[in-house]
């Protein structure tokens, strides 16, 4: 069973809460925008699920975060991957994003190999239009979030 681990970043801006989400690079990913977004995250095997959420998240933004890290509940994808998550109050400037490169063949079957960015943006977004861009499985991260802060 594959496993992830990644970071749901918040920021309270007035009464709002804005959570930043990550575009996957890539061809496949170029023209998908409803239910592409994700947290910043990857996949991890004999490591602790929080160490490969903080690496991965430097990883894909250029940015390490520091603080008080709030495991969420874990989602299980579409594709049977789990979804290991963990929430932190902080900032980042999307414009100083910088994610690191993966290699595939591209086009398909050419032969050829090229270089794309694993993420290629993040936005900050409400609740509500987080939970419209967001991988489907990944909403019950965006609810837990919001009951735990409105509990808090």
Same mark, same amino acid.
């Given at each position: 069973?594959? =496993?992830?681990? %990644?970071?749901?970043?918040? =920021?309270? $801006?007035?009464?709002?809460?804005?959570?930043?989400?990550?575009?996957?690079?890539?061809?496949?990913?170029?023209?998908?925008?409803?239910?592409?977004? $994700?947290?910043?995250?990857?996949?991890?095997?004999?490591?602790?699920?929080?160490?490969?959420?903080? !690496? #991965?998240? /430097?990883?894909? $933004? %250029?940015?390490?975060?520091?603080?008080?890290?709030?495991?969420?509940?874990?989602?299980? &994808?579409?594709?049977?991957?789990?979804?290991?998550?963990?929430?932190?109050?902080?900032?980042?400037?999307?414009? $100083?994003?910088?994610?690191?490169?993966? #290699?595939?063949?591209?086009?398909?079957?050419?032969?050829? =190999?090229?270089?794309?960015?694993?993420?290629? !943006?993040?936005?900050?977004?409400?609740? /509500?239009?987080? !939970?419209?861009?967001?991988?489907?499985? &990944?909403?019950?991260?965006?609810?837990?979030? #919001? &009951?735990?802060?409105?509990?808090?």
């Amino acid at each position: 069973m594959k =496993r992830s681990a %990644g970071i749901l970043l918040y =920021r309270r $801006t007035g009464d709002e809460i804005m959570v930043l989400l990550a575009h996957p690079g890539g061809p496949f990913w170029a023209r998908k925008d409803e239910g592409a977004w $994700t947290i910043p995250k990857g996949e991890f095997e004999n490591e602790d699920a929080l160490a490969a959420a903080r !690496r #991965e998240f /430097a990883e894909e $933004t %250029g940015s390490v975060l520091e603080g008080e890290f709030v495991a969420l509940t874990p989602c299980v &994808q579409k594709n049977g991957k789990i979804v290991h998550a963990f929430a932190l109050e902080g900032d980042l400037d999307v414009n $100083t994003i910088k994610s690191n490169l993966f #290699e595939m063949e591209w086009p398909p079957h050419s032969g050829k =190999r090229s270089e794309f960015p694993e993420i290629d !943006r993040a936005e900050w977004f409400t609740l /509500a239009a987080a !939970r419209e861009k967001i991988n489907p499985a &990944q909403r019950a991260l965006l609810a837990e979030l #919001e &009951q735990r802060l409105k509990a808090g």
